[in-house]
C-alpha cells in the first residue's frame, strides 16, 4: 500500500513537471505576484519577477 502510495505521488510530481516549460507565465499559491519560468531543476524552478527572481517547488505555484 506505501509503494502505491510513493507512485502516485511520482506519477502527480511527473504531470506537473510535464506541464511547465520555460517562458511560461507563473503565480505563486501565496502571493498576487506573477512571474515567468525561467529555469526547471528537478521539483523547483527559478521564476522572473522583473527585478528579482525566486526559487520556488513546483507545488507553490499555478500557470495562469
Known amino acids: ?6 507512485q ?6 511527473q504531470k506537473k513537471i510535464e506541464g511547465l516549460k ?5 503565480k505563486l499559491k501565496d502571493s498576487n505576484s506573477i ?6 531543476e528537478n521539483q523547483s524552478v527559478t521564476i522572473n519577477y522583473g527585478q528579482f527572481t525566486a526559487k520556488v517547488s513546483i507545488f507553490d505555484i499555478n500557470k495562469v
Open 1 to 6: 500500500e506505501q509503494e502505491i502510495i510513493q
Open 8 to 13: 502516485k505521488k511520482k506519477e502527480e510530481t
Open 22 to 26: 520555460t517562458g511560461d507565465r507563473v
Open 35 to 40: 512571474g515567468t519560468i525561467e529555469r526547471i
